[in-house]
Structures are given as structure tokens and as C-alpha cells.
């Protein structure tokens, strides 16, 4: 009986494990909780291709790169969350003055 | 690999724009298709294959999507050039290139545009934007547009949808200085496109302007050769203009001298190119659905008694064809079954897409002149697996 115990309670050890490590694609952490017109972080839109400056490690978890920061890694459901997907692609901060327009100020 | 593919497409079209050694007739049989000048390496591609089946494809370029295409589809007009005032060029497998006019007027068998036909809506010359029940919209290749500059380091590598929206949206039309952003401020160095362009109207739904409202009239070129000579002449930083990313790809090995920038969308947080970088031609952030401003062309043909004449219907049939593909790859545009995303109104929201049959690994083959790492090759659907098949000489998923 004991032995069916410990048997027990180190597969659901096991399984647990496992859990903890996987991806996280449910899509709750996914997409940049910040002003994504604005998003912060950016340095400037002169970096070359290919620096991507995600500050994030290549390690694909589930086929997701990882990258760039903030990157959303499920499936998406949202035209923001197929935009902001993560991808080995180089992603470019833009770092421009913008005053704040609307469709009334176009003469 | 890369360059000789690029040297033999060059040649290639070195051949079918050449100039014309005679002057032929068009007989009753050829298929006669007018429409968006973005169209035409497509059109000559399809033309190239269809020859081999017996079907001579007539191609006349208006110019312009809504005064072309969408004109064809929705007032057809007889012609004996399919183009007032200009002769139109007959691809024949035997004569590449000569210049054609009809002995009997006739209409245009299909009309080419680069939008959908309700975003012609205003355009003037256009009596009607809605479809006759009798015409169909068939969704052919998809074009990436962009934002361009000269091609210097020291200028911008990217853009916003904020930043363009009152740079086109405001400066361009000689509005309030102050939303200026820099270095895109001084009006003259603006380049748009007129009010019947494919190309404007596809970027003014991606920014969110009026599509009614383009840059001011005496920045509105009337073709993707004049914007790239306007910015090949300014040779300045503050010089911008729209423009459909296959006009910058290289032509018999020389690129023009502008750069498309990386855009970043509403909604998003980084900007990308079309291709995974700068310099790739992957085109896959069109593909997944990261660079967000790009279209289908449309093919717009008339039915009779419910059907498409037999060659039509062999030419709508042959846009996807492996020797389609192939020629499509290389002037970056994206054949439908290389999409991973799809959207059903101009700029509109994705939704995933996956072909009947995907073409993923063919296309970046003949793209960038290597498969994938991760692509098999194959003869037929058996090396492919259960859930694989064989697509153009590689195992794609069913």
C-alpha cells in the first residue's frame, strides 16, 4: 500500500514538473500589456535588421521563438495578437515623435 | 543562386517588353485582360504557360486598378487595343512579344485590380462600384506595399502607422506643420498616388485616412515609375513615397536606389519589413500576418450562362500554377497558397488561412533560391506521411 502511494505521489511530481516547464500559450501573458502605439523600451528606429531587441533568450518552447519582448504566443483570436505573434523575424522598435492626430485635423 | 535567378528573370522579361518586331492581329481566341500595371509580371508568367495550352493571353495596362480593372468588370467597353490610343502586347508561345489590335472592337475577358471593386467607390469615371451578378472575383497573388526611402544608412529603417498617417495624411496635403515628423516634413518630398490608385487606396485603409483624400495634387505621381524617380532625383531624407514592393525589386540586376521601411501597424508593438529582414525575401511577415499592409489582386470575369468561357477559366485556373509560383516568388509578391493568414475587405483583420494545396517550401525555394532547412522533398504524397502530401516537390500538410 505504501509503495502504491510513493508511486503515486512521484508520478504526480512528474507530471507536475513537466507542467511548470512547458510554453505558456494560453494567451494571457501574451500580447504587450502597455500602450502598444507607444510601446517603451524602444531605442531607436535606426537599428540595424536582424538586432533584435528583444533582450530575450532564442529558446523555443512548443515551436514559439520567444521573441521579441512581450510577444504573443498562442493562437490568435485578434488582429492585435497575429500582429504582435512571436517570430524569428527582425522586430524594430520605432522610436518617432508623433503629435497625437485624428481624422479632423486632415484638411 | 540568388543573383543568377534574378539575371535570368531579368532576361526573361527582357524578352517579353522588348521592343515589338511586327505587328500582329488579334484573332477571336485570345483572352483579353486590362487592369492594375502591378499585375503585369503575374500576367506575363500566366501568359507564358498558357501559350504552351493553347490559349494566346492579350494584356493592356490602364494604369490603374479602379479605372482598369474595376472599370472592365462593371462597364466593359469595346475596344480594338483593349487601351484607347495604345496597342496592347500578345504573349504567343511562338511570338513573345508583338504589338496586337482587334479587327472587330470587343471587351475585356478579365479586369486586374489590386483592390476590391467597392474601394473604387468616388473614383470618377466609375458609374457603379457593386459587381454584376455575372462577374466573378477570383483572388490571385498578394502584393505587399510600402513606404520607401533613398537609400541611405543615415536615414530612418522605419515608420508607424501614427507617423505615416500624418505624414501622407496631414503634411502631404499641406496641413498643419505641426504634426509633422521627422525628417518627413517638407510637403514637396512627399510622393503619393492619385485617387484611382490600388496602391493609395490599400495604404490610406491601412493608416485609417479618407481614401478620398490623397496627398495634394502636385504630389500625386501617376505611377510607381514616376514616385521612384522622384525619390531617386530628391536624394534626400526627407523624401517618402507609396509604392508596391515589387516595383523596387532588382530588374536585370539593378535595384533602385530607394529602401522600403519596416511598418509597424496599429495595435503593434514592433515595426517589421516583409521578409524576415531587410534583405530576405522570405516575404514571410506577409505570410504570418506581421507586415500588414498588402492585398490580393483580383481578377474580375465576366460568366456566360453561368460559366466562364474555357480559356478563362484555364487562365483564372493557371494563377496558381508551379510555373506561376515560381516567377511570382521572384518579383516578392505571394501567391495565395503560400498564405498562412487571409482577409475578406481591404485592410482588413486576418484570419488564419491554409491552401488545399500549400506551396510554402516551393515558394521560398524559388523566393530565395533555397528550401527551408525544415522542408522535405518529395515525388509523391507517399513520402509525405498521413497527414502530408506532396506539393510542388515538397511535403506541405493536408
Request: aromatic fraction near 6%; include cysteine; charge should be negative.
Amino acid at each position: 500500500m505504501f509503495k502504491l502511494k510513493a508511486l503515486f505521489l512521484t508520478a504526480l511530481l512528474a507530471v507536475s514538473t513537466v507542467a511548470l516547464v512547458a510554453c505558456d500559450d494560453d494567451g494571457s501573458n501574451k500580447v504587450n500589456g502597455g500602450d502598444t502605439f507607444n510601446p517603451g523600451g524602444g531605442t531607436d528606429a535606426g537599428n540595424e535588421p536582424g538586432n533584435n531587441p528583444d533582450g530575450g533568450s532564442d529558446t523555443t518552447d512548443g515551436g514559439c521563438p520567444n521573441k521579441p519582448a512581450g510577444c504573443f504566443c498562442g493562437t490568435p483570436t485578434t488582429q492585435a495578437q497575429w500582429l504582435n505573434r512571436c517570430t524569428n523575424s527582425a522586430a524594430l522598435p520605432v522610436n518617432l515623435t508623433v503629435k497625437p492626430a485624428t481624422t479632423a485635423d486632415i484638411p | 543562386m540568388r543573383r543568377s535567378l534574378l539575371v535570368a528573370a531579368g532576361a526573361v522579361a527582357s524578352l517579353l517588353i522588348a521592343p515589338t518586331a511586327q505587328a500582329a492581329d488579334c484573332d477571336s481566341d485570345v483572352v483579353l485582360i486590362r487592369g492594375s500595371s502591378a499585375s503585369q509580371k503575374l500576367i506575363e508568367a500566366v501568359a507564358k504557360v498558357a501559350a504552351t495550352q493553347n490559349v494566346k493571353i492579350v494584356y493592356s495596362s490602364s494604369g490603374s486598378s479602379c479605372l482598369g480593372g474595376v472599370y472592365e468588370a462593371v462597364t466593359p467597353t469595346t475596344t480594338t487595343t483593349g487601351r484607347a490610343g495604345s496597342a496592347s502586347t500578345i504573349y504567343d508561345v511562338n511570338a513573345p512579344t508583338a504589338t496586337c489590335t482587334f479587327s472587330t472592337p470587343r471587351v475585356a475577358d478579365i479586369g486586374v485590380s489590386d483592390v476590391y471593386a467597392p474601394a473604387c467607390e468616388g473614383v470618377a469615371g466609375l458609374s457603379t462600384t457593386t459587381l454584376p451578378a455575372d462577374v466573378t472575383d477570383t483572388l490571385g497573388p498578394v502584393q505587399a506595399f510600402t513606404l520607401a526611402v533613398n537609400d541611405d544608412p543615415s536615414f530612418p529603417v522605419a515608420i508607424s502607422s501614427e507617423a505615416a498617417f500624418n505624414t501622407f495624411g496631414i503634411v502631404g496635403r499641406n496641413g498643419d506643420a505641426s504634426f509633422g515628423v521627422t525628417p518627413w516634413t517638407t510637403v514637396a518630398d512627399i510622393f503619393g498616388r492619385k485617387l484611382d490608385s490600388g496602391t493609395w487606396q490599400t495604404w490610406a485603409r491601412s493608416l485609417g485616412l479618407p481614401p478620398q483624400k490623397p496627398v495634394t495634387d502636385a504630389q500625386q505621381k501617376s505611377g510607381a515609375k514616376d514616385v521612384l524617380a522622384a525619390l531617386d532625383t530628391s536624394n534626400r531624407a526627407s523624401a517618402i513615397g507609396i509604392i508596391a514592393l515589387n516595383d523596387i525589386v532588382p530588374t536585370n540586376g539593378v535595384a533602385p536606389k530607394v529602401r522600403p521601411l519596416a511598418f509597424r501597424a496599429k495595435g503593434q508593438d514592433f515595426a517589421y519589413y516583409p521578409s524576415s529582414t531587410s534583405t530576405a525575401s522570405d516575404m514571410i511577415n506577409v505570410r504570418d500576418g506581421h507586415y500588414a499592409v498588402w492585398a490580393n489582386l483580383h481578377f474580375f470575369a465576366r460568366k456566360t450562362n453561368g460559366s466562364h468561357s474555357p480559356k478563362v477559366a484555364k487562365v483564372l485556373e493557371l494563377l496558381e500554377s508551379k510555373e506561376a509560383v515560381s516567377v511570382v516568388a521572384k518579383t516578392r509578391a505571394v501567391p495565395t497558397c503560400a498564405m498562412q493568414v487571409q482577409r475578406t475587405t481591404d485592410a482588413g483583420d486576418f484570419s488564419a488561412y491554409k491552401a488545399e494545396k500549400p506551396c510554402g517550401c516551393f515558394f521560398e525555394q524559388e523566393a530565395s533560391g533555397v528550401a527551408p532547412a525544415s522542408c522535405t522533398t518529395c515525388t509523391d504524397d507517399s513520402a509525405c506521411g498521413a497527414n502530408g502530401q506532396c506539393v510542388f516537390g515538397f511535403c506541405e500538410a493536408k
